[in-house]
């Protein structure tokens, strides 16, 4: 993938300027932070369109911004799991605009993200989170937190029916997965369903201000399963 991406505008690095990225599942998402604040996003909810318009929208949604890549200070990208191709897509993307090591690499595990993102939107009878993420078949990746975002669980690959049987009223379910495995409204919040670059960027702040990084050279997605080739 070529990554060529100029704007004018400021010169120099902003300390806390982060652009997430999210290609992990159906969307190709973009979003600009500043620290913790939400400066601008950018979302296509279209399938396979990943490798056609993420240069082109980062570009745009920069220049809308007045700046360029030289004024980033990290890159956070969904690390998975998802999509096999949507993650190779993100990861070459994220790397390249990290190649010189002057812009740091942020990897955001996405069932991370959208527990991040539902501790905002917690009712009180809510004792836990479970982000769930479809893979193939009728197979779901599922990763129990806790109120305030924290795994208390490893990832999973499980089938839905198995999913199902873990939710609970008290349990709030979140992800692009979470409807094949809700039965009830109580349980499931609409605008958590779909995965963006805002809950990407929203964790992947909170690990700038850490200083949590990865070596954009060795970066890996998780992937989780081996590739499988899909035919008609």
């Not at 806390?16 to 296509?44: D, F, I, N, P, Q």
């Not at 527990?115 to 893979?135: D, E, G, K, N």
Request: net charge negative; charged share 20%.
């Amino acid at each position: 993938m070529s990554v060529d991406i100029n704007s004018s505008g400021e010169t120099g690095m902003v300390e806390g300027r982060l652009l997430a990225v999210e290609t992990s599942g159906t969307a190709c998402s973009l979003a600009l932070y500043h620290h913790s604040s939400l400066l601008a996003e950018h979302t296509l909810y279209m399938r396979n369109k990943h490798d056609e318009f993420l240069a082109e929208n980062t570009r745009e949604l920069l220049r809308q911004c007045g700046v360029s890549v030289q004024h980033l200070e990290a890159v956070a990208v969904s690390a998975g799991p998802g999509s096999f191709t949507g993650l190779r897509i993100g990861a070459a993307f994220a790397k390249g605009l990290c190649f010189d090591s002057r812009i740091q690499l942020i990897a955001v595990e996405t069932t991370a993200s959208l527990a991040r993102a539902a501790v905002h939107c917690l009712f009180p009878h809510h004792t836990s989170i479970l982000s769930v993420v479809p893979s193939h078949r009728d197979l779901v990746y599922i990763q129990n937190f806790d109120r305030s975002g924290t795994a208390m669980t490893e990832v999973q690959l499980v089938a839905a029916d198995e999913a199902k049987k873990r939710v609970s009223d008290e349990m709030l379910v979140c992800g692009p997965g979470a409807d094949a495995i809700t039965t009830t409204e109580s349980v499931s919040i609409p605008g958590l369903n779909r995965v963006n670059a805002r809950f990407v960027g929203l964790l992947g702040s909170e690990l700038l201000a850490k200083r949590i990084f990865v070596p954009a050279d060795e970066f890996v997605p998780s992937y989780q399963q081996e590739f499988e080739v899909h035919t008609k």
